[in-house]
């Protein structure tokens, strides 16, 4: 074996991405003639555009349909009746093109990362500052671990890769063990939070508060790791605490006051973000743009393209029977009833008075989309209702990787930690300012099922909960297997009540719910055939990765 399809896809890494008229400062690149390794990175500058791409392309195929096909079907959020189905039910194949897709994607980012690293080492003229040497590597190594925490958490054991280089000739790569992939991420994640500023050098850039928030999530999912319950790692919940602590008191970040306003375009990089995918509508290159609406939208007339394929797809009915009936706020963000106003969403219509002429109305939900809740967070809407800024399979509403609300409850679930509930007032002050905004009423004792439930019903479409059932399951596998077993994915219809002085429904449920059990063999998703077979070094026993080569 002398390459493996590995090494093809994170070998082609060479800037060969250009962003011109992007519409964003820093999204903006120089022509692809100027982006050659031994002539660039010679100021400030070009080291912020050389790490630009880090924040939409490199992530594109992850967010394009992994991000909810994963975080969300798997997680039992999402059913599909036409896509993703094996995720749904928990019978995945080493096969499918998006098993190797999802693979692959999050490698990309890891390669192009390394690249960055090097270049930057390499090339950058003594002319940059050195802070913003370190700011690009900062930047790179985020990510990186970031996609590293994505691989382990999915694949779990899985190769480490440093120097993209490297690789071309060896032909011993083997995985590394689930405690060095860990071991990995929180390093490159510290490295970041000492490194990124505590205030963006370009709107949309991360932070240190960006890196402390994520590290905060990460300290308190390796807390589990080969525990029992109750009997999580100490440290890592104090970590997890402190981090999440650091984030809340002194970011200055803040809960957008409206749910619903988070998932407008036009809120992208609000007080509430702490990071974000970066999207443009009218990039160049494919890729660069936000895919999502077109795949959840119900129809055409809500993008006003021949996109909007997601009438089939639509909430779990686990997952609607997990939202208090108050918690109206939420749901109507996250999912769409039949007979549901949106009146930032229009629909264009003939003016009868002006023959030629068109008005806009508020969208109505139809009242013949019964037998499905179909997903509204990301969707936007038309042109009109984004300033223009949607086309065909084209947005540029962000996608949210961390917000203060999860912190929020990542914060009290640490100060809780191995406890089996808690009246602290400070966990209750923050877990109870997530529900205060759904308009919902207080908890006075919190217990790990309220906090995940409550996440769950937070970041539902967010690509967040197939996670929350990882670390769940790192330290409590029986109760993790259990509660996805056990989730209702039946069909289920969901009629207006008539007459209702406000907005009322009501939702028939299956008689017999519909149930999809899962194994220990088949909790990850499996390795892609193509690797398998390429580089067969995967199916030999993982090994410790040795630090000593960072």
Request: charged fraction near 20%; hydrophobic fraction near 40%; include cysteine.
């Amino acid at each position: 074996m002398k390459t493996n399809s590995l090494t093809r896809y994170i070998t082609l890494i060479a800037f060969v991405l250009t962003m011109a008229s992007c519409n964003k400062e820093f999204l903006d690149r120089l022509p692809l003639d100027t982006l050659v390794d031994a002539t660039y990175y010679k100021n400030a500058d070009q080291v912020l555009m050389g790490t630009a791409p880090l924040y939409n392309i490199v992530w594109f195929d992850y967010n394009d349909k992994a991000s909810f096909a994963l975080g969300d079907a798997r997680g039992g959020t999402l059913f599909s009746g036409s896509s993703w189905t094996s995720h749904v039910r928990f019978n995945t194949s080493a096969s499918e093109p998006e098993v190797a897709l999802t693979w692959q994607s999050f490698y990309n980012i890891v390669g192009q990362c390394n690249t960055i690293i090097r270049n930057i080492n390499t090339y950058a003229d003594a002319g940059v500052p050195d802070n913003i040497k370190r700011h690009g590597i900062a930047e790179a190594r985020f990510m990186r671990g970031l996609a590293y925490a994505y691989l382990v958490r999915n694949y779990g054991a899985v190769p480490i890769i440093t120097d993209n280089t490297k690789l071309l000739t060896d032909t011993t790569q083997a995985r590394n063990t689930v405690e060095s992939v860990w071991e990995f991420v929180i390093r490159d994640l510290r490295y970041a939070a000492q490194n990124l500023p505590a205030t963006p050098v370009q709107k949309g850039r991360l932070t240190k508060w960006s890196a402390e928030g994520m590290l905060a999530k990460m300290f308190l999912t390796r807390a589990g790791l080969g525990k029992t319950e109750g009997n999580r790692s100490q440290s890592d919940l104090d970590s997890a605490r402190y981090y999440a602590g650091d984030v809340i008191k002194n970011s200055g970040a803040s809960l957008m006051p409206n749910y619903e306003d988070l998932f407008m375009t036009r809120n992208n990089n609000n007080p509430e973000s702490l990071f974000a995918l970066q999207w443009v509508w009218n990039g160049p290159q494919w890729g660069t743009q936000n895919t999502m609406q077109s795949y959840l939208a119900f129809n055409s007339s809500i993008t006003g393209f021949s996109d909007g394929w997601g009438i089939d797809h639509g909430a779990t009915a686990d997952i609607l029977k997990a939202y208090e009936p108050a918690d109206s706020i939420r749901r109507k963000a996250t999912f769409m009833f039949p007979g549901d106003h949106y009146k930032y969403i229009h629909q264009l219509v003939p003016d009868p008075a002006n023959p030629g002429k068109q008005l806009t109305q508020e969208l109505v939900v139809p009242l013949t989309n019964t037998n499905r809740a179909n997903v509204k967070k990301y969707v936007v809407g038309l042109p009109m209702d984004n300033d223009g800024k949607v086309s065909f399979m084209h947005t540029e509403i962000n996608s949210y990787m961390l917000r203060l609300a999860e912190v929020y409850l990542i914060y009290a679930e640490a100060i809780m930690g191995n406890a089996a509930s808690t009246s602290d007032a400070e966990a209750l002050r923050y877990f109870n300012a997530v529900r205060t905004r759904a308009r919902l009423a207080p908890k006075t004792s919190i217990t790990f099922d309220d906090i995940f439930k409550e996440k769950r019903i937070e970041c539902a479409m967010e690509g967040v909960q197939w996670y929350e059932f990882v670390r769940l399951y790192y330290f409590n596998p029986t109760k993790a297997k259990d509660m996805l077993s056990k989730m209702d994915k039946a069909n289920y219809t969901v009629t207006p009540i008539a007459n209702s002085r406000t907005r009322q429904w009501n939702i028939t449920y299956a008689a017999t719910p519909t149930n999809y059990p899962v194994t220990d063999a088949s909790f990850f998703v499996p390795y892609p055939d193509i690797e398998l077979t390429k580089a067969p070094n995967l199916r030999k026993p993982p090994v410790p990765f040795d630090f000593s080569k960072m």
